[in-house]
């Protein structure tokens, strides 16, 4: 067993429990179904009146070869060519149909490809996808484009391609390194497959390479977490995400097939987040956010050391992304204050995009108090703060009165030693970092106790 955590169980039974993970706000399961082509169309054409501003572009490749005993994602599995055929030519069409309300606003600040797994696809793929998105969309002003890749399944050629199409940011699934972990997940994947990944990639050229690691895995133990760590500091990534296990058998039926009494305990799991913590601070990462790290020179280092990190569907970032497009099955955009789910299934997200619909399975548009309450909780998630002061001058009126027993609540997290309460502000403390989540939940009018749709915050 690993030493006693230095969170105390009493704290984890209070902070610990399920809660939204807060990328969005409302939580997606709050969104409404009704929203509809209606509420797209409208989000597109008010964001088209700043047709010089950029926004991010994200596409959804659902596609892996296998499945994952741990993934939470929208995957669809297999290996027809044909299919991944059929997916792209659906998105050349779902792409043309939503520009025709977004006809001048066309300028790129960031692009990503997430999944599934994109390394499913060819290098011939990869080519036509950004060819697509090149004919339609304005480049001049990009900053940066990232991938996902696995390394299992992942080629030289595949890296190769990615560089000469531009991207310049890379995140590699890790997880665990210990073989007996990995056989409980169904998820096999060497260290050297990581590292000749990682080497080609800064061979040829990328900026920056994140690490994804999961804590609370079946099987892991203090002996499998420090050989984790230990190759990871070996490696040294310029970003780390260290992510607690989403144990939800009820949503995903797939982990019924892992056992329950092989997870680690809370008391475990709190330890790993710790150790995790002290590893990587020891060895010159910066902390980002709550659960992200970065090495000092990479920008998002240096955004956290400034106060000014944000945060999207894809993760922390150095930079501010007010909008984004979503493209694919499940996407998820914001866009003029909107925000929107494409539909989940493939085969409804088909059916839409052959009935030349929008394929939009629920959103939200935010009123007044919902983009006050967002700001806040990207606020206290990214940079572990918040002034008191500039919320009740974007309010119009005192903190007490818009957020009645908020404060006292806060107090009491005070006395527990996760945030320090002033007057003007407050910061979360060391201690309280594992917990962000919980004190942004204290903002969250949409916030119900046990709901059991989300995750555990440690």
């Not at 409208?42 to 005993?69: I, K, S």
């Not at 030519?89 to 066309?106: A, G, K, M, S, T």
């Not at 056989?183 to 050297?192: G, P």
Request: aromatic content about 10%; some cysteine; charged content about 30%.
């Amino acid at each position: 067993m690993p030493p006693r955590p230095r969170i105390a169980p009493d704290l984890l039974a209070r902070y610990g429990g399920p809660l939204p993970r807060y990328t969005s706000y409302p939580p997606v399961p709050r969104w409404r179904e009704d929203f509809g082509e209606a509420g797209v169309r409208a989000a597109l054409e008010r964001a088209d009146q700043e047709p010089e501003t950029p926004f991010d572009l994200y596409v959804h490749l659902p596609f892996c070869r296998r499945r994952c005993l741990f993934c939470a994602c929208n995957v669809v599995l297999g290996q027809k060519p044909e299919v991944v055929e059929d997916y792209l030519d659906r998105l050349e069409r779902n792409l043309e149909r939503i520009l025709q309300h977004l006809p001048r606003r066309r300028r790129l600040g960031a692009l990503h490809w997430g999944g599934g797994t994109p390394s499913h696809l060819s290098p011939v793929q990869w080519r036509r996808l950004h060819g697509l998105l090149r004919r339609h969309f304005d480049f001049a002003a990009i900053e940066e484009q990232s991938v996902e890749i696995h390394p299992t399944v992942t080629t030289p050629e595949q890296i190769r391609t990615l560089r000469d199409l531009g991207f310049d940011r890379l995140s590699l699934g890790v997880q665990d390194v210990d073989p007996g972990v990995q056989a409980l997940v169904e998820r096999h994947q060497t260290v050297e497959e990581t590292e000749a990944c990682l080497d080609l990639a800064r061979s040829l050229g990328f900026r920056s390479v994140n690490f994804d690691l999961i804590y609370g895995l079946p099987g892991q133990s203090s002996r499998t977490w420090e050989a984790t760590l230990r190759e990871t500091l070996r490696l040294r990534p310029d970003r780390i995400a260290v992510y607690a296990f989403a144990w939800v058998p009820w949503m995903h039926r797939h982990q019924r097939r892992m056992l329950e009494e092989r997870l680690p305990s809370p008391d475990d799991r709190a330890w790993f987040q710790e150790r995790a913590r002290q590893r990587f601070t020891a060895a010159g990462y910066v902390e980002v956010g709550f659960d992200h790290y970065a090495l000092p020179d990479d920008p998002l280092g240096r955004a956290a050391r400034e106060g000014c990190v944000h945060r999207n569907f894809m993760g922390f970032t150095d930079r501010p992304a007010r909008d984004w497009l979503g493209l694919g099955m499940s996407a998820i955009s914001r866009m003029a204050g909107s925000w929107w789910q494409d539909e989940p299934k493939l085969g409804r997200w088909n059916e839409a995009v052959d009935a030349g619909r929008l394929a939009a399975a629920r959103g939200w548009t935010w009123n007044e108090d919902d983009r006050l309450r967002a700001g806040i909780l990207e606020e206290i998630l990214c940079n572990l703060q918040l002034d008191l002061k500039r919320v009740e001058a974007e309010a119009g009126r005192p903190f007490d009165e818009a957020f009645p027993g908020v404060r006292q609540q806060l107090r009491s997290m005070e006395t527990d030693g996760l945030l320090i309460l002033g007057e003007d502000g407050l910061r979360i403390t060391t201690l309280g970092r594992p917990f962000a989540r919980a004190v942004a939940a204290l903002f969250d009018a949409w916030r119900e106790e046990g709901d059991g749709r989300y995750s555990r915050v440690v």
